[in-house]
Structures are given as structure tokens and as C-alpha cells.
């Protein structure tokens, strides 16, 4: 399996499942502490405004991803992790929020659990798919990976007209 360390692939899929479990338990439990850490660092800024490195993540920290993270942690709490998972790049910020909006540990790595395994069985499933069908057809390959960002794309682009559409007639937007 291209990109997998041999000792993993050597053992095969069922030392797969555990090794890429542990990868994103522990890649998210840093990012969780990551985002507590630079809650404490932003509260002791105000306290000694000379640590550069401590302004930078505090701003960072305050702009408008992080914003929309708590938003949406405000809005679907707990739920809001584990279904993160399912995501590409917003993972890392609700993640860093909860850590961030000091969530209690415990209670967040409970409910992280169900998001590492839906982040598990997606690699291994998605991952390996791909994987056996590079190996027996590249050009197949790459043509399902072409295929599925064009689908992904286009219903990027249908959400945004319809979304239009509906604010195009409300009042905020209707001159008058």
C-alpha cells in the first residue's frame, strides 16, 4: 500500500484500523490541547503584551474560522465533534474551539471517540478503495478522484445559486 509504513502494511488491514485510530486520536487530542494552550497564552498576553509568539496565536486564534467553530459549537454542541470528522479542514477547528472554549476534557474525549471511528472507517474504507483500484487500474483511479471532486464542485456551486435565490427575495436584500 503506497504511503503506508511497511510494519503497517506488512501486518495488513486489520493492523491498519487500530494504527490510523490512534494517528487521529492523538492528532486531536494535541489539537484540543493546542487551543487550550492558546487560551492560556491569550489570557496571560494581557498580562505581558512582550511574548510576540503568544500575540500572534492569540491572533489567530480570534479570527473568523475560530469564530464560526464556536458558532457552530454554540449552536450543535456535542454533536458538532464527532460529525467534524466527516469533514475536510473544519475538523481542526472545532477541535481547536473546544480546547480553545476550555470544554471539559473528559467530556469531550467521549464524545471525540464516535468521530475518531467515523474518521477511521472512512480512511480505511475510502482509502483502501482507492488504494486497490490505483493498483489494478491507475487511469480508473484517476478518473474516480476527477469524477468525485466534479460532483463535489457542482454541488458546491447548486447550493450557493440556491442560497442566492432565497436571499434574493427577502427584505434585507430587496430595494426599495
Do not use: E, P, Q
Given at each position: 500500500m503506497a504511503g503506508v509504513p511497511g510494519f503497517i502494511s506488512d501486518l495488513g488491514w486489520w493492523a491498519l484500523v487500530p494504527f490510523l485510530f490512534v494517528v487521529v486520536f492523538v492528532r486531536t487530542q494535541a489539537t484540543y490541547w493546542l487551543g487550550r494552550w492558546a487560551r492560556t497564552?491569550?489570557?496571560?498576553?494581557a498580562e505581558s503584551p512582550s511574548e510576540k509568539f503568544l500575540?500572534?496565536?492569540s491572533r489567530r486564534l480570534d479570527g473568523p474560522m475560530m469564530a464560526r467553530g464556536e458558532a457552530v459549537l454554540d449552536r450543535w454542541g456535542y454533536v458538532a465533534i464527532p460529525l467534524s470528522f466527516l469533514t475536510l479542514g473544519f475538523q481542526t477547528v472545532i477541535n481547536a474551539t473546544?480546547?480553545?472554549?476550555?470544554m471539559?476534557?473528559?467530556l469531550y474525549t467521549l464524545v471525540m471517540l464516535p468521530g475518531c471511528a467515523l474518521w477511521t472507517a472512512a480512511y480505511t474504507i475510502v482509502g483502501a478503495s482507492i488504494v486497490h483500484l490505483w493498483q489494478h487500474s491507475p487511469t480508473l483511479a484517476i478518473a474516480f478522484v476527477v469524477g468525485v471532486v466534479a460532483v463535489?464542485?457542482?454541488?458546491t456551486r447548486v447550493t450557493r445559486i440556491v442560497r442566492q435565490r432565497r436571499s434574493a427575495g427577502s427584505a434585507a436584500r430587496t430595494p426599495r
Open positions: 497564552g491569550a489570557s496571560r498576553l500575540a500572534r496565536a473546544a480546547g480553545y472554549v476550555k471539559r476534557w473528559g463535489a464542485w457542482a454541488a
